[in-house]
């Protein structure tokens, strides 16, 4: 608990500030002086990174920029060299892909991974039993929370009357809009997402814009991206990524207009 000191409006000889305890909120991922060289090449160079719970954050920078190592770190797949990852308050650095996932990180790539074979509704069903296996999964009954969770689920992507369809008939947007919604069945705490709009129409854009815009709040998001115009819709704050270190962080307006960004990543 943190003290927060008031001043109070009462005038005279008896006026004291108000005192008052308020729980301090602490950081959700803390990505601290992390390092990273393959063959030599640093693809992060004591990167450091805060996110807060319930924040929406986009991750944008050149190719190159060290986004994609940033999230392999975070989610176990690379062990950093130097530097440390926490996640809810626990030392994540040398955890295994498996041990994060069920402290609650998911991880959305960049192309669409579902199960082409099954229904939508199964898809949904897989990922909220923990990968249990098809087999096991038909054998085994849903608990009324886990329906309860596949339900407002569905109506989030809007998927609701495709659940009956196969996964691999789904337009590409579809099929980016599901692999969300299975993270999303597994309750994450944080949800990092790869490029979500590339090769999506106009009207998916917009939908997805929806879609990340309303996990704001309950879970935290990091987006990656490089369709800026998408990124200047959703985002309330921007980290950019340059040669694996942070450029600059801020709104998109101070982002934008930051000289640096503009020489390394937006161009004049």
């Not at 803390?30 to 393959?38: L, N, Q, W």
């Not at 800026?228 to 959703?234: H, T, Y």
């Amino acid at each position: 608990m943190s003290t927060v000191v008031e001043a109070s409006k009462i005038t005279g000889p008896s006026a004291r500030p108000e005192v008052r305890e308020v729980a301090a909120i602490a950081p959700l991922l803390e990505v601290d002086k992390v390092t990273v060289s393959f063959d030599g090449f640093r693809a992060l160079n004591e990167l450091t990174l805060t996110l807060m719970p319930g924040e929406l954050r986009c991750i944008v920078g050149p190719n190159g920029a060290g986004k994609t190592t940033m999230m392999d770190v975070v989610t176990g797949k690379t062990r950093p060299d130097t530097g440390t990852v926490r996640f809810a308050g626990r030392d994540v650095t040398r955890m295994t892909e498996h041990a994060i996932v069920a402290l609650g990180i998911g991880r959305k790539f960049q192309r669409p991974t579902v199960f082409p074979g099954h229904t939508v509704f199964e898809n949904l069903e897989l990922s909220s039993q923990g990968g249990k296996g098809v087999f096991r999964m038909l054998r085994a009954h849903l608990t009324t929370d886990e329906r309860l969770a596949i339900d407002r689920t569905l109506e989030l992507i809007g998927l609701a009357d495709h659940q009956r369809q196969l996964g691999g008939l789904l337009s590409h947007g579809q099929k980016q809009w599901l692999e969300i919604g299975m993270l999303l069945v597994s309750q994450p705490k944080m949800l990092l997402v790869d490029e979500p709009v590339a090769g999506m129409t106009q009207q998916e854009i917009e939908r997805t814009e929806e879609i990340l815009a309303s996990l704001a709040g309950e879970h935290t998001v990091v987006v990656v991206e490089h369709d800026m115009d998408f990124v200047r819709k959703i985002a309330t704050k921007v980290t950019v990524l340059h040669e694996g270190s942070v450029l600059a962080e801020g709104s998109m307006s101070e982002v934008q207009n930051d000289p640096r960004v503009i020489e390394v990543y937006l161009g004049a």
